[in-house]
């Protein structure tokens, strides 16, 4: 029974985001039958999709259809759609399942303000939700500072990583220095022949 707890959890919120979206469901009910393993590192959560599109708990004995491995450092990556991290998610099983889900996973959208707002009011709802953007900006713009800052440091004031424009200029060096042993070898090859 415990290990059911979060294949319930899980089914209980795809089939709110679903229910908000009929042509989810409507997507979903033609691999009625099928199920589907999602692995979030060491917990293994088994979901079955029914006829009406919805999704329940598999059974023990469900055999898996799809096996989707997802690592528990992904998550924040994926609730913040980020495309690069859909191409870290590993699956392995029927390939029209897998297309269909991770289709389903970019595409449908949390409307939280909306679930908020039946429990706060819709003026907490707003603000709370308003709050949350404002912080994963805030997060978003100061992890791009830092990473500009650090790409500075380092190339300018404690120069572990040459920049474009030293590199650049340390090509164009060493080819006026090939340059100029190329003319001095000629030169000393001349003087050569005419002693």
Same mark, same amino acid.
């Given at each position: 029974?415990?290990?059911q707890?979060?294949?319930?959890?899980?089914?209980?919120?795809?089939?709110?985001?679903?229910?908000?979206?009929?042509?989810?469901?409507?997507?979903?009910?033609?691999?009625?039958?099928?199920?589907?393993v999602?692995?979030?590192?060491?917990?293994?959560?088994?979901?079955?999709?029914?006829?009406?599109?919805?999704?329940?708990?598999a059974?023990?004995?469900a055999?898996?259809?799809?096996?989707?491995?997802?690592s528990?450092f992904?998550?924040?990556?994926?609730?913040?759609?980020?495309?690069?991290?859909?191409?870290?998610?590993?699956?392995?099983? +029927?390939?029209?399942?897998?297309?269909?889900?991770?289709f389903?996973?970019?595409?449908?959208?949390? +409307?939280?303000?909306? +679930?908020l707002?039946k429990?706060v009011?819709?003026?907490?709802?707003?603000?709370?939700?308003g709050?949350?953007?404002g912080?994963?900006?805030?997060?978003?713009?100061?992890?791009?500072?830092?990473?500009?800052?650090a790409?500075e440091?380092?190339?300018?004031?404690?120069?572990?990583?040459?920049?474009?424009?030293?590199?650049?200029?340390?090509?164009?060096g060493?080819?006026?220095?090939?340059?100029?042993?190329?003319?001095?070898?000629k030169?000393?090859?001349?003087l050569?022949?005419?002693?």
């Amino acid at each position: 029974m415990i290990a059911q707890a979060p294949a319930s959890l899980a089914a209980g919120a795809i089939n709110r985001l679903t229910g908000a979206t009929p042509l989810a469901r409507q997507r979903l009910a033609r691999f009625a039958g099928k199920t589907a393993v999602f692995r979030v590192g060491p917990l293994p959560v088994s979901l079955t999709v029914q006829t009406t599109g919805e999704v329940l708990p598999a059974m023990d004995q469900a055999a898996a259809d799809l096996e989707v491995r997802i690592s528990p450092f992904l998550l924040p990556r994926l609730a913040a759609h980020d495309e690069a991290a859909y191409r870290d998610v590993e699956t392995t099983g +029927d390939v029209e399942f897998a297309g269909e889900v991770a289709f389903l996973a970019k595409h449908l959208r949390w +409307d939280a303000e909306e +679930d908020l707002s039946k429990v706060v009011g819709d003026a907490a709802a707003n603000r709370l939700v308003g709050a949350a953007r404002g912080a994963a900006a805030w997060g978003r713009d100061a992890s791009g500072r830092l990473a500009a800052g650090a790409a500075e440091y380092f190339t300018e004031e404690d120069p572990l990583i040459a920049s474009r424009v030293k590199v650049e200029g340390f090509v164009a060096g060493v080819t006026e220095l090939r340059d100029a042993v190329e003319r001095l070898d000629k030169r000393i090859e001349r003087l050569e022949k005419a002693s």
